[in-house]
């Protein structure tokens, strides 16, 4: 396949005429493919899955965690303890695209490895690493851990999804009309965006948002000073990233960003849509914040004969 000018292996449905390039950490799709720990992936996963039945233009980013989450083994005692494992993906496709992104004022080098849409039914998926030898140490290890407690790491990580999935983009020459972020962590992609456009308006016009912490000291911080050090705000003077993020604290709150640099942002119940609303309604110049409920692929996951007897009323079975 030819990454270099990328299409959809499948015709689009006429109906999803507008091209998605969707962001998340994490990716819940299949237990081979352990790039996942909790709820935000197994959304993400089902929306892929979804993406592909419903034939949307959509592909998403992600990175390839070296060493997933963790695992967990028993000691001799039958306590558990955490195990770091690296796993092994041969059914993902080489692309041959590689790329420099700077990172704490250093050329980090990236890969981008494919799933492709029949493996899994899901949509076309990307997978970013830095786990290269032309890389030193610390760069290699940026994609090891998912969620990683180390805050400099972190931010990294967040690079690598956000500047490098946008940077990913624009090397296939995909060319998306939304940039869509499930939760904030891939909000660099904006700072992407606004050096290649130049205002915001036109970053907004590209964003929107999926919300899903309803509690404010839940959405991710970090020292201003130390994303400036880390190269988070992709070359932009830090006076320039609070007058177009509006913030003006000492710590970075990467949600209230995404917040105010989309056109549109959803919470993922209509609940949580109206604590959402309530949460961030002290702050000025966010968007419109939307609920839409959030769901499983029905195909999937559902126990089908569980869903018989449900229909059929069969107590004795259920």
């Given amino acids: 396949m030819d990454f270099t000018n990328f299409e959809l292996p499948y015709k689009a449905d006429e109906r999803f005429q507008k091209k998605i390039a969707y962001f998340s950490m994490e990716y819940a799709i299949h237990q081979p493919l352990k790039i996942y720990s909790g709820g935000l992936g197994f959304l993400s996963g089902s929306h892929l899955r979804s993406a592909y039945e419903l034939r949307q233009h959509l592909v998403g980013i992600g990175i390839l965690w ?54 899994f039914k899901t949509a076309p998926l990307f997978l970013l690493s830095t786990d290269l030898p032309e890389n030193d140490y610390l760069s290699r290890t940026t994609c090891h851990r998912l969620y990683d407690d180390n805050a400099a790491t972190k931010i990294a990580q967040f690079m690598l999804l956000g500047i490098g999935g946008a940077t990913l983009l624009d090397k296939l020459s995909f060319n998306p009309d939304l940039y869509h972020l499930n939760e904030a962590h891939a909000v660099s992609a904006a700072f992407y965006l606004y050096r290649k456009y130049g205002t915001v308006e036109d970053v907004r016009k ?47 709150n990467h949600s209230l960003a995404a917040l105010r ?24 110049n966010i968007c419109e914040i939307k609920a839409i409920t959030n769901a499983q692929n029905w195909r999937y996951w559902a126990d089908k004969p569980l869903y018989r007897a449900m229909l059929d009323r069969d107590d004795h079975w259920l």
């Avoid at 993906?89 to 695209?97: M, V």
């Avoid at 959405?219 to 509006?246: A, Q, W």
Wanted: charged share 25%; with cysteine; aromatic share 12%.
């Fill in 66 to 119: 070296k060493q997933g989450y963790y695992d967990q083994e028993r000691n001799n005692d039958q306590s558990l303890r955490v195990a770091w494992v690296e796993k092994s993906y041969n059914f993902l496709e080489d692309t041959g695209i590689r790329f420099q992104i700077i990172i704490h004022d250093n050329p980090v080098w990236i890969k981008a490895y494919y799933l492709d849409p029949e493996v």
């Fill in 206 to 252: 590209k964003m929107v948002f999926t919300t899903h912490t309803p509690e404010e000291a839940g959405n991710e911080k970090h020292d201003m000073k130390l994303c400036e050090e880390m190269s988070y705000f992709n070359g932009i003077p830090v006076e320039t990233i609070r007058e177009i993020t509006g913030n003006t604290d000492h710590k970075f």
């Fill in 261 to 284: 640099l989309s056109h549109l942002a959803n919470g993922v119940s209509q609940l949580h849509g109206e604590v959402s609303r309530q949460m961030w309604s002290k702050y000025d």
